[in-house]
């Protein structure tokens, strides 16, 4: 029993360890994954959707900012004068002052109220109203092509992890005919050839096993991370539904994405914003009236002349631009040049989205058309395996023969998992330019 406590102690030591231990293996443990989970954890994480809309938070401070225009302006505001006794001075100045400068000290608010300024506010307003509305574009179209990634990463997984399993059953099938080539070799019922060949044929199938768990390895590393993770994670994925054939005509698709494709609204919003800028910006020249009003108190003076203790006035103020060096001109050619560019960014992707759809299209049906002809030969691999197998089993056919049937088993197993994956991604990019994944679906 002296060594009681020294066991106690330990086992004290141990639980924790151990616990430790535990929870290390569970987080790295396989986590399962739906496409729709992973389109959610993506959009949560992408840094871009959360700079745009950050973006978009700051276009609709500048919406509010162009309506406080219409709203009174209130300035307190506190003079401290000191002058020689009766001293004047001319003035020039927007407000209305008194050219009069007196010893004193006033306080007092000045209100000033726009009455028109023909159109330069609204130009404004509609100008960041417009920027508002690219900005939703903008986040619009940063969720789109992070679903479009995340869903190639994830069909690219699925791929991946069907590619290992044919290469895990080819490995074990060949491993079941070495074991039978290797009993019948004892008993010298087959040759030292049959014996290498299917010893090659196991070695072929490892390697082929190593190449593809490795490429599971980047497919789940290249899925972590586009699901917005900074390390990779292992994931047991949930295969689609059945795909279905892409619908519609070529015609109508286009129309649809002409509307709905989200690359083309962000740049379509963006030429409209530059074209309500240049609109503000022509506006820059246009005259300002303003009603202004200003009243106060003055509870100091030291001059000899009387002063009122508080004191109101109000008026109109004509603003006029005259002359700005030019500037007021090169801000208006600045801002049509860029609406000008705009436009014909927002034309070049059009022409391109028309090519696109089309090639999206074709690749779609062929991908689709592929499926079954793919299918068709795994079969017919099948079938010719199982009868070569048995020729082989009962002496009609040799290793050589065999093993060339094998490998185009594996090969038709492998190009028919290809042609569907194939299928399911050139579908999501058809998806992506007729603006299905504009809103995160």
Same mark, same amino acid.
């Given at each position: 029993?002296?060594?009681?406590?020294?066991?106690?102690?330990?086992?004290?030591?141990?639980?924790?360890?151990?616990? #430790?231990?535990?929870?290390?293996?569970?987080?790295?443990?396989?986590?399962?994954?739906? /496409?729709?989970?992973?389109?959610?954890?993506?959009?949560?994480?992408?840094?871009?959707?959360?700079?745009?809309?950050?973006?978009?938070?700051?276009?609709?401070?500048?919406?509010?900012?162009?309506?406080?225009?219409?709203?009174?302006?209130?300035?307190?505001?506190?003079?401290?004068?000191?002058?020689?006794?009766?001293?004047?001075?001319?003035?020039?100045?927007?407000?209305?002052?008194?050219?009069?400068?007196?010893?004193?000290?006033?306080?007092?608010?000045?209100?000033?109220?726009?009455?028109?300024?023909?159109?330069?506010?609204?130009?404004?307003?509609?100008?960041?109203?417009?920027?508002?509305?690219?900005?939703?574009?903008?986040?619009?179209?940063?969720?789109?092509?992070?679903?479009?990634?995340?869903?190639?990463?994830?069909?690219?997984?699925?791929?991946?992890?069907?590619?290992?399993?044919?290469?895990?059953?080819?490995?074990?099938?060949?491993?079941?005919?070495?074991?039978?080539?290797?009993?019948?070799?004892?008993?010298?019922? !087959?040759?030292?050839?049959?014996?290498?060949?299917?010893?090659?044929?196991?070695?072929?199938?490892? /390697?082929?096993?190593?190449?593809?768990?490795? +490429?599971?390895?980047?497919?789940?590393?290249?899925?972590?991370?586009?699901?917005?993770?900074?390390?990779?994670?292992?994931? =047991?994925?949930?295969?689609?539904?059945?795909? /279905?054939?892409?619908?519609?005509?070529? $015609?109508?698709?286009?129309?649809?994405?002409?509307? $709905?494709?989200?690359?083309? +609204?962000?740049?379509?919003?963006?030429?409209?914003?530059?074209?309500?800028?240049?609109?503000?910006?022509?506006?820059?020249?246009?005259?300002?009236?303003?009603?202004?009003? *200003?009243?106060?108190?003055?509870?100091?003076?030291?001059? !000899?002349?009387?002063?009122?203790?508080?004191?109101?006035?109000?008026?109109?103020?004509?603003?006029?631009?005259? #002359?700005?060096?030019?500037?007021?001109?090169?801000?208006?050619?600045?801002?049509? *040049?860029?609406?000008?560019?705009?436009?014909?960014? #927002?034309?070049?992707?059009?022409?391109?989205?028309?090519?696109?759809?089309?090639?999206? #299209?074709?690749?779609?049906? =062929?991908?689709?058309?592929?499926?079954?002809? =793919?299918?068709?030969?795994?079969?017919?691999?099948?079938?010719?395996?199982?009868? =070569?197998?048995?020729?082989?089993?009962?002496?009609?056919?040799?290793?050589?023969?065999?093993?060339?049937?094998?490998?185009?088993?594996?090969?038709?197993?492998?190009?028919?998992?290809?042609?569907?994956?194939?299928?399911?991604?050139?579908?999501?990019?058809?998806?992506?330019? /007729?603006? !299905?994944?504009?809103?995160?679906?």
């Amino acid at each position: 029993m002296r060594n009681f406590p020294d066991r106690l102690l330990l086992l004290f030591v141990a639980i924790p360890v151990l616990a #430790f231990a535990a929870d290390g293996r569970a987080a790295k443990a396989v986590e399962p994954l739906t /496409l729709p989970q992973a389109r959610r954890i993506a959009m949560d994480n992408n840094p871009q959707i959360k700079a745009d809309t950050y973006a978009y938070h700051a276009a609709e401070e500048d919406v509010v900012a162009a309506r406080s225009f219409y709203l009174p302006q209130v300035n307190a505001n506190m003079v401290g004068a000191f002058a020689g006794a009766g001293s004047r001075i001319a003035v020039m100045s927007s407000g209305l002052t008194d050219p009069t400068v007196l010893e004193r000290g006033s306080g007092g608010v000045a209100i000033s109220q726009l009455v028109t300024d023909f159109g330069r506010t609204i130009a404004q307003i509609d100008a960041s109203r417009a920027a508002q509305e690219s900005g939703r574009q903008h986040i619009a179209l940063s969720r789109a092509r992070v679903v479009l990634a995340v869903t190639i990463a994830y069909f690219e997984a699925l791929r991946a992890e069907a590619l290992t399993e044919i290469a895990r059953s080819t490995l074990q099938a060949r491993d079941v005919l070495l074991q039978q080539v290797s009993s019948l070799r004892d008993v010298q019922m !087959k040759s030292d050839l049959d014996l290498s060949i299917s010893r090659q044929g196991v070695d072929a199938a490892d /390697l082929l096993l190593l190449r593809e768990q490795n +490429a599971r390895a980047d497919a789940m590393a290249q899925l972590s991370q586009a699901m917005g993770y900074a390390e990779t994670h292992d994931f =047991t994925l949930s295969k689609p539904a059945e795909p /279905l054939p892409p619908l519609g005509a070529v $015609d109508a698709l286009v129309q649809t994405a002409l509307t $709905d494709n989200p690359e083309l +609204a962000a740049l379509r919003a963006d030429a409209e914003a530059a074209r309500q800028q240049a609109e503000a910006a022509k506006a820059e020249s246009y005259p300002t009236l303003n009603a202004m009003g *200003f009243a106060g108190l003055t509870p100091y003076s030291e001059t !000899k002349q009387p002063i009122a203790r508080d004191y109101a006035v109000s008026g109109f103020n004509l603003s006029i631009p005259l #002359f700005a060096g030019g500037r007021l001109s090169a801000d208006a050619d600045k801002a049509a *040049f860029q609406a000008h560019a705009a436009e014909m960014r #927002f034309n070049v992707r059009k022409n391109e989205l028309i090519r696109d759809i089309q090639v999206a #299209f074709d690749r779609a049906n =062929t991908a689709y058309k592929n499926m079954s002809v =793919t299918q068709r030969m795994h079969q017919n691999a099948i079938l010719s395996l199982q009868l =070569t197998r048995t020729r082989y089993d009962i002496g009609l056919s040799s290793i050589v023969d065999l093993y060339q049937v094998e490998l185009a088993e594996t090969e038709a197993a492998a190009a028919e998992a290809d042609a569907g994956y194939d299928y399911l991604e050139q579908r999501a990019v058809l998806d992506y330019v /007729l603006g !299905k994944y504009s809103l995160g679906e």
